[in-house]
Nanobody
Framework: QVQLVESGGGLVQAGGSLRLSCAAS????????MGWFRQAPGKEREFVAA????????YYADSVKGRFTISRDNAKNTVYLQMNSLKPEDTAVYYC?????????????????WGQGTQVTVSS
């Protein structure tokens, strides 16, 4: 089993920044991919960013490229999502997730474990 706990969400004005954290515990993660997804009311869950735990390779949705940065701290088993230049359309519940087996990086169905989510609200 893997347990994921997100934190760092909140209310911020457009143009502001937030940093989300996802603390992982349970099984080892060295061959996993950690991903961030988000879901706005009435919309499907969408891919935001992902990072390979072993290589550190990163992947981003076009909508956040250049504004968001995903990183990891192996010693703390924690993944971060630094979000800059936030826009009202970034408002959503943000989830972190773990993908165990190689599969479509952008598809939430590829991920095996999920956190409870943290709300991010960007006011205009």
């Amino acid at each position: 089993q893997v347990q994921l706990v997100e934190s760092g969400g909140g209310l911020v004005q457009a143009g502001g920044s937030l940093r989300l954290s996802c603390a992982a515990s349970g099984r080892t993660f060295r061959s996993y991919v950690m991903g961030w997804f988000r879901q706005a009311p009435g919309k499907e869950r969408e891919f935001v960013a992902a990072i390979s735990w072993s290589s550190g390779s990163t992947y981003y949705a076009d909508s956040v490229k250049g504004r968001f940065t995903i990183s990891r701290d192996n010693a703390k088993n924690t993944v971060y999502l630094q979000m800059n230049s936030l826009k009202p359309e970034d408002t959503a519940v943000y989830y972190c997730a773990v993908r165990i087996l190689p599969s479509n990086l952008n598809d939430p169905r590829s991920y095996d474990y999920w956190g409870q989510g943290t709300q991010v609200t960007v006011s205009s």
